[in-house]
């Protein structure tokens, strides 16, 4: 199992700059990857950012140049710069854990709470 908190979501203007962090305690050892996931009113959860083992990153293309993912051992943290009114959202830290068996894999997801990102025109 698990367990993740988001820390630093608030309010900015834009052009502004937030870091996203998200601590991850219990069996960290079994994560695959993390991310980061947002959520605007009305709209579906979309994939911001995340890093897989073996360090490689993918990210929304909205947020490419702005947004810098990174992860020191079980912390997970979203640099947000040049922010826009259209990042905000809520922001959820993603783990995965995927195990493999010799006919199928079975992805566990966990996720945090979220912390709410809004920025002002």
């Known amino acids: 199992q698990v367990h993740l908190v988001e820390y630093g979501g608030g309010l900015v203007q834009a052009g502004g700059s937030l870091r996203l962090s998200c601590a991850a305690s219990g069996s960290i050892f079994t994560i695959n990857a993390m991310g980061w996931y947002r959520q605007a009113p009305g709209k579906q959860r979309e994939l911001v950012a995340n890093i897989r083992e073996g360090g490689s990153k993918n990210y929304v293309d909205s947020v490419k140049g702005r947004f810098t993912i990174f992860r020191d051992n079980a912390n997970l943290y979203l640099q947000m710069n040049s922010l826009k009114p259209e990042d905000t959202a809520v922001y959820y830290c993603?783990?995965?854990?995927?195990?493999?068996?010799?006919?199928?894999?079975?992805?566990?997801?966990?996720w945090g709470q979220g912390t709410q990102v809004t920025v002002s025109s």
């Open positions: 993603h783990a995965e854990y995927t195990r493999i068996y010799s006919d199928r894999n079975e992805v566990t997801d966990y």
